[in-house]
């Protein structure tokens, strides 16, 4: 009886691993394969979104700007937060340099879960592969974000803090769109089958908001709150971005271990969820 049970587990775990590296091998193939159709629909889905606005694609710099000025306006004159040995421009890169990749976390949550249902016709028309309508909406969130970064390395530059950590900012990137590609695919399927699911997303990210170490340093959180701190991804990421971007900034090594592994995990359970599903996405009502 335990040989057989060993063998059967065995067999089991061989097969979980083999589920395992077929969802991730059969998305980035369908990635590849279809990559000049993901950049040319993603364009005009950037037209689509601007078309109209007063402001047109001017929104990209702007959003991203008045997010900076309500933060600084509430935690540097309201709360007059003060780090030592920061100034003000100092202060201000601290703080952007952790709301881009939280712009970028907001952003991607918030299409996600209606991407499918609002792309539907595409991919019923067979004119878009339902693939590809989870990494369309990571690679529109990190185009908008590729401003945000050009403008805290403008910062910095003017500051005269530029770090030469900024080659580990690509590597950020990278994790950055594994977390966020894990968490499109998954939130996209779930919201074909949870109409709901935008109403809690959105509360989510608002929460998450306020309890992010953004305007503030981890090391400020009461030790009985950290948790808070220690769970939330987004605290992960703006700190490698923040490593990459501020010049001399300290860092925990177990952060990018912590980075490097949740957005693997990420990036494999919703490959895995999403394959579970996707044959039934397309024709639920």
């Not at 369309?136 to 530059?157: K, N």
């Not at 009985?224 to 490698?240: C, L, Q, S, T, W």
Request: hydrophobic share 55%.
């Amino acid at each position: 009886m335990k040989g057989f049970s060993a063998g059967t587990r065995t067999r089991d775990d061989s097969s979980t691993l083999y589920r395992i590296f077929r969802a991730i091998r059969g998305n980035l193939e369908t990635l590849f394969r279809y990559r000049k159709i993901i950049i040319s629909t993603t364009r005009v889905e950037f037209k689509k979104r601007f078309a109209g606005s007063l402001f047109g694609s001017f929104w990209i710099v702007l959003q991203p700007v008045l997010f900076l000025a309500i933060y600084l306006f509430v935690y540097l004159f309201v709360f007059r937060v003060r780090f030592p040995g920061y100034g003000q421009l100092d202060y201000v890169v601290f703080v952007f340099s952790g709301l881009v990749p939280y712009i970028a976390f907001m952003e991607t949550l918030g299409m996600a879960t209606a991407s499918i249902k609002r792309d539907i016709h595409l991919v019923r028309n067979v004119m878009l592969p339902v693939d590809l309508v989870p990494a369309r909406v990571v690679l529109m969130t990190i185009v908008t974000e590729f401003v945000g970064l050009a403008m805290i390395v403008g910062l910095s530059v003017l500051n005269g803090t530029i770090s030469a950590n900024l080659l580990f900012l690509p590597l950020a990137l990278l994790l950055q769109v594994l977390f966020l590609l894990g968490l499109s695919t998954a939130f996209s399927a779930m919201g074909v089958f949870v109409p709901d699911l935008n109403y809690f997303v959105n509360l989510m990210v608002l929460l998450l908001l306020f309890v992010s170490p953004i305007a503030f340093r981890p090391d400020m959180v009461p030790e009985g709150m950290r948790f808070v701190v220690d769970f939330n991804p987004i605290y992960y990421m703006a700190e490698i971005f923040r490593f990459s971007l501020i010049d001399g900034y300290e860092m925990p090594p177990r952060i990018w271990i912590v980075a490097v592994v949740g957005s693997l995990v990420f990036y494999v359970l919703g490959c895995i969820f999403f394959r579970r599903f996707r044959k039934v996405l397309v024709d639920y009502e």
